[in-house]
């Protein structure tokens, strides 16, 4: 299975960026996306930003993820008995 992830663009220096990716800096390759901009969202697989998105497409995105992590907790939580 594959997964990219969106990551907002904090800077960038030749053909490498740093983004956030919901809180965590990392460093990625920006030489698939010349085109990208600081500010932008992009795209991310394997260190690669592999497309620029739309603002409220990667919000939206970003909010299903952090969606996920809470329902995933929650589960892990009813299954250790932890919430009565």
Excluded: K, W
């Amino acid at each position: 299975m594959c997964l990219a992830v969106p990551a907002r663009v904090l800077s960038i220096e030749g053909q490498e960026a740093e983004v956030d990716l919901s809180g965590v800096r990392r460093r990625i390759s920006v030489v698939l996306t010349p085109e990208v901009s600081v500010g932008d969202y992009v795209l991310i697989h394997t260190g690669f930003a592999i497309n620029v998105l739309d603002e409220q497409e990667a919000r939206e995105t970003l909010r299903l993820f952090q969606e996920l992590e809470e329902f995933t907790a929650r589960e892990r939580e009813e299954q250790n008995g932890e919430i009565h």
